[in-house]
């Protein structure tokens, strides 16, 4: 009898711990099915977005003498996830750039307005923190240039081929603060050879300060019981 019941308590243990290692190993998919909660879920994404994003430039030339100044540039990106770690970012910024600068007894200031057109990578090492860089195209739209001295101020608009189109990169810091809602900084500049003879430069570099909200993105990839 004794021998009976160490044979049922030694075939209990071993139903125990199988059935214990079996709930465990099934674990995430009960959950997903009974809470839709689990590790699995986590590994969604979208894999198209598109975001609209409103940012502060402080953005200056090569050139010693001039000041940045700060202007307000607005844009829209568009996103492509291959996995929820990796992506490809493009769209279009509209970006204005102001500097000031002295010239004999008068202050001049520059205000030129660039369409930007990024095209880059995203790597997304955690949940709230991603990484952009990438190639910048920089299209010239137009500018002026203004001289002040005192009271009097006169301002023009510059004329064409001063300013060209120009192409640079980019580096960019994301930090997600709320559903749909982040905020970026990041360094970019663009590079052209301008005539020598010519004062005023294509080459820019500085940073920006910005917001994205996230307007659209498609369904997320489902995850699959096996």
């Known amino acids: ?17 199988s059935a214990c290692f079996y709930i465990q190993a099934q674990g995430s998919e009960i959950l997903i099915l009974q809470y839709n909660k689990g590790p699995a879920l986590d590994n969604e994404y979208s894999r198209w977005s598109i975001s609209s994003e409103i940012n502060l430039n402080r953005i200056n030339t090569d050139i010693q003498n001039t000041s940045p100044k700060l202007t307000l540039g607005m844009g829209v990106q568009i996103e492509l996830r291959a996995s929820k770690t990796f992506g490809f970012i493009s769209g279009i910024n509209l970006s204005p750039v102001k500097y000031s600068y002295q010239r004999n007894d008068s202050l001049g200031q520059d205000r030129l307005t660039y369409y930007s057109f990024p095209i880059g990578i995203l790597l997304q090492p955690t949940k709230k923190i991603s990484l952009e860089l990438g190639a910048l195209y920089n299209i010239f739209r137009n500018g002026t240039y203004s001289r002040s001295l005192g ?27 709320y559903k749909k809602v982040k905020i970026f900084t990041n360094f970019r500049w663009v590079r052209r050879s301008s005539p020598p003879i010519q004062m005023q430069t294509n080459n820019l570099s ?8 996230r307007l659209w993105s498609s369904k997320s990839k489902k995850w699959k019981l096996k």
């Not at 023009?156 to 994301?174: C, D, E, L, M």
């Open 1 to 17: 009898m004794k021998f009976l019941y160490n044979l049922f308590s030694i075939f209990f243990l071993l139903f125990l711990s």
């Open 151 to 177: 009271t009097y101020e006169n301002i023009k608009t510059y004329p064409k081929n001063i300013f060209r189109n120009s192409f640079g990169g980019f580096f960019q810091i994301n930090y997600k603060f």
């Open 206 to 213: 500085g940073f920006q300060l910005g917001l994205n909200y």
